[in-house]
């Protein structure tokens, strides 16, 4: 199976509110970089890149977790990460039961992740 499928089956295993959650929020990848890559890493992460990776999803038990991989690097002015706030590199969004999130501030996010990597990626030496 190719990544598209595997995320399917990865949300298809979900019946609750978590499965739902995280269709919700590929959605809003996908609408917001109609480019994006699905990708299947690490053992069972669904993953989403645009000239890198933009973020990664786990459903664990009492939530969903959407890392940004560079997120540290990305402006939040809607405050949208509420995890892993600490670190010099990611930030994510735990998603609890019942938490309602904002479609376009994390539009926003998607968005600002893509550029961030065409930047970087047009400043790298040899462009």
């Known amino acids: 199976m190719n990544a598209t499928e595997l ?7 979900l019946p609750d509110w978590r499965g739902s959650m995280l269709a919700r929020v590929r959605k809003l990848i996908h609408d917001a970089d ?3 890559v699905e990708e299947w890493k690490w053992r069972g992460t669904p993953v989403w890149s645009h000239d890198g990776i933009i973020c990664l999803a786990k459903a664990f ?3 969903v977790k959407l890392t940004f991989y560079d997120g540290a690097s990305l402006p939040d002015p809607d405050k949208v990460f509420n995890a892993e706030l600490d670190g010099n590199k990611w930030r994510a969004l735990d998603i609890h039961q019942g938490d309602k999130i904002s479609e376009p501030a994390l539009t ?8 961030f990597h065409k930047k970087r990626e047009e400043s790298a030496p040899g462009n």
């Open 7 to 13: 995320i399917d089956a990865y949300i298809a295993k």
């Open 34 to 36: 109609p480019e994006v």
């Open 61 to 63: 038990k009492n939530k």
């Open 108 to 115: 926003t996010l998607v968005i600002a992740a893509v550029a």
